[in-house]
Each structure stands twice: as structure tokens, then as C-alpha cells.
């Protein structure tokens, strides 16, 4: 699991909390883990992450936020990584092109990454009529009356 630096820890007390079944420890002292996290910042120790990340056959890499790669080091080999599958978490996208190069692992164009967008949004994504849709609440407007003083 890559996040960014200041999630790690959150991240470990999740997998404590929510998955206990689960060997959940910081990416360095990954000796017998089920779950490596580490920082994809500019940390001190992003040298030696990189070098497990890309020493190591992973069975998932799952990237937290990867609209904060940016140009940190970890960014540059995560698309090296040996991984059987890649998830990436986000609620900002922002860049789909570079999350979807991400997920893939290669390089991808643009007309194919218009062909794989198009896909995702015909299996994923359903539009509703609006018949099918829930009623909308009435909107109430209510105003009261404020005296400011100092």
C-alpha cells in the first residue's frame, strides 16, 4: 500500500482496527507481512522503498491518492512495479490519463485511453431517467432576523 506520508500511520491503525486477521507493518520491516505500507513522498527513506517496491513480486500494489506522486522519487518506479493487480484510491482523480498508466503499469495513448474511459463508463455507469430517479425534497428557505453588535 502506498499513501502519502502523513496517511501511513492512519493506514496501519485502519488494518489494526478493521482487518486484525491481517499482518499490517510499515513497508521497511516488511519481513512476514500481509500488508507493507509506505509513504510516496519525498521521505528520507524513499530510496530504500523504492528498492522493495521494485525487488519485490507484489501480489496487489494498491496506490492512495496517486494524484500526489507528482515527481516524488517512488513515483518514478511504481510503474516498474511487478504487481499481479494495481488499484488506485482516490476521491480527486484529476489526472485520469496518468491514473489509468498507473493502473495499467505501461505507457498509454490517447486514443486507447479514450477507448478504455469509454468502456469503464458502458459497464460502471448507469444513467438513470429521471423517473427512476428519487424525488427531490422540497427546497425551504427560512430567514431570521440578526442583530450584530460588537
Not at 33 to 52: F, I, N, S
Not at 65 to 80: D, S
Not at 142 to 149: E, I, K, P, Q
Request: glycine fraction near 8%; include cysteine; hydrophobic fraction near 45%.
Amino acid at each position: 500500500m502506498l499513501c502519502p506520508d502523513h496517511l501511513v500511520d492512519q493506514w496501519l491503525s485502519y488494518f489494526r482496527t478493521h482487518a486484525p486477521e491481517l499482518r499490517a507493518g510499515p513497508a521497511l520491516q516488511a519481513g512476514d507481512l500481509d500488508v507493507a505500507v509506505a509513504g510516496h513522498g519525498g521521505t528520507a527513506d524513499a530510496g530504500e522503498v523504492r528498492e522493495l517496491l521494485e525487488a519485490t513480486a507484489w501480489l496487489r500494489l494498491v496506490v492512495d491518492e496517486p494524484q500526489e506522486l507528482g515527481k516524488a522519487e517512488t513515483a518514478f518506479c511504481v510503474g516498474h512495479v511487478r504487481a499481479a493487480h494495481r488499484w488506485c484510491l482516490t476521491a480527486t482523480p484529476g489526472d485520469l490519463h496518468a491514473i489509468a498508466r498507473l493502473v495499467l503499469g505501461t505507457e498509454i495513448g490517447r486514443p486507447a485511453f479514450r477507448r478504455l474511459r469509454r468502456e469503464f463508463v458502458r459497464r460502471h455507469c448507469r444513467r438513470d431517467s429521471p423517473a427512476n430517479c428519487l424525488p427531490t425534497p422540497p427546497v425551504a428557505f427560512r430567514a431570521h432576523a440578526v442583530t450584530l453588535s460588537w
